[in-house]
């Protein structure tokens, strides 16, 4: 396993979670990704439901990734991913914002984020000059959306290859959002069980600036406005929610994965 830890540097350019294993599978249509540090797949289905009854395919012309639970075997072992949709079509790529500002810029994107003097330019300077070279004028309004989904989920892996926009012969389109696997306390490892899921979430730190997720949320939302529209979900139904998914983790976990998972966005609601 390598994991780039990044101490001094507040911008992420590549993961700190490393990469998850992956492919595409012609046949299907279908990109699958396995779980690594934790419950990755399961945070990906839960989210992607939840998403789904708030007002991202509803009042804006954003939408996100569907993900699914699956089993898979690899390398002879029986292993648990998630599984999606290609949501690229005939001609399109994906042109991650990291790529498409050092392209532009001609030199690292996070060089020229560290030398903003603060969180709000940066999320402006982001939003504003990605609205610029791709013509998508609600670009603000997309990347206001991905720090509220953040924020509520508490995903920490927003880093300037998890934001995208979709290319096709020189016009630019939103891109689903997509990744959102690390929310919801997924990685076990670095967040360990025996600490308090209240404890891990007070701690947590949001990608791409390093700082508070309610902090980069509210950033962006007093330059660009409130986007996300969602309801409050109550504690029996969310941990209904993951109790359908659970046979795909050992038994043993059952309860510290519903713990985590319902704490997480029962308090994180609450800023919103
Ligand atoms: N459903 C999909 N349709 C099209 N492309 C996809 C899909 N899922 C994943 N990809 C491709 O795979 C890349 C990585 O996907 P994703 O970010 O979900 O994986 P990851 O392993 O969690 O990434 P990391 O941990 O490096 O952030 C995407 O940038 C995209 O190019
Ligand atoms: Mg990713």
Redesign the pocket.
């Known amino acids: 396993m390598t994991v780039k830890l990044i101490s001094d540097e507040k911008i992420a350019e590549?993961?700190s979670?490393?990469?998850?294993e992956?492919w595409?599978d012609k046949e299907t249509g279908k990109?699958y990704?396995l779980d690594r540090l934790g419950y990755?797949s399961l945070a990906e289905t839960v989210i992607s439901e939840l998403l789904n009854e708030s007002n991202v395919e509803k009042d804006t012309p954003f939408s996100f990734?569907r993900y699914g639970m699956t089993r898979l075997r690899v390398h002879g072992r029986e292993r648990t991913g998630c599984v999606?949709?290609?949501?690229?079509k005939e001609g399109e790529s994906?042109v991650?914002l990291n790529r498409l500002l050092t392209l532009y810029l001609g030199c690292p994107l996070k060089e020229k984020l560290l030398r903003l003097p603060s969180d709000r330019k940066r999320i402006e300077y982001l939003a504003n000059t990605t609205a610029e070279i791709t013509g998508l004028d609600r670009f603000p309004e997309y990347l206001t959306l991905i720090f509220e989904i953040d924020s509520l989920f508490l995903n920490d892996?927003r880093?300037l290859?998890?934001i995208?926009v979709i290319e096709k012969d020189g016009g630019y389109s939103y891109c689903p959002i997509?990744?959102n696997?690390a929310g919801l306390l997924s990685d076990m490892r670095f967040l360990p069980p025996d600490v308090e899921p209240k404890g891990l979430i007070k701690e947590a730190v949001a990608m791409p600036f390093g700082t508070t997720f309610t902090r980069q949320m509210n950033g962006a939302r007093s330059l660009f406005g409130n986007v996300l529209n969602i309801r409050k979900f109550g504690r029996e139904e969310l941990a209904a929610k993951v109790g359908k998914y659970l046979d795909f983790y050992p038994k043993r976990d059952a309860a510290i994965i519903t713990d985590r998972i319902v704490e997480t966005i029962l308090i994180r609601q609450k800023m919103m």
């Open positions: 590549t993961s979670k490393g990469n998850q992956k595409y990109w990704k990755e990734v999606s949709d290609n949501f690229l994906i991650t892996d880093h290859n998890n995208a997509f990744d696997g």
